[in-house]
């Protein structure tokens, strides 16, 4: 009986083996960009927690830029309510 009797059988499955080493080469590279998107969304965390922190500093400048308005357009006020000499 020639070799190629005994291997028969397994044909089928030697003709899976490059589908399946691709399956598992790309369930591979699936999994480790799952890894790499959530370091994307710790960065994109860390955006949004620096974005907050400068809305609230801006939003501190423009109280502060009102007030001194006000009170600038106060003084001037005062000063022309004050008697000439």
């Known amino acids: ?15 899976m083996l490059p589908p ?5 080469w790309i369930a591979n590279r699936w999994i480790r960009s799952r890894e790499g998107g959530s370091q994307v969304r710790s960065e994109l965390a ?13 939003a501190e400048m423009q109280e502060r830029l ?3 308005e006000q009170v600038i357009s106060q003084l001037k006020e005062g000063r022309r309510e004050l008697p000439k000499t």
Not at 20 to 24: H, K, L, T
Not at 46 to 58: D, F, I, N, V, W
Request: overall charge negative.
């Open 1 to 15: 009986m020639p070799w190629m009797a005994y291997i028969a059988p397994f044909i089928p499955f030697i003709a």
């Open 20 to 24: 399946a080493i691709a399956a598992m």
């Open 46 to 58: 860390t955006l949004h927690e620096e974005l907050t922190a400068l809305r609230e500093s801006q």
């Open 66 to 68: 009102d007030f001194s």
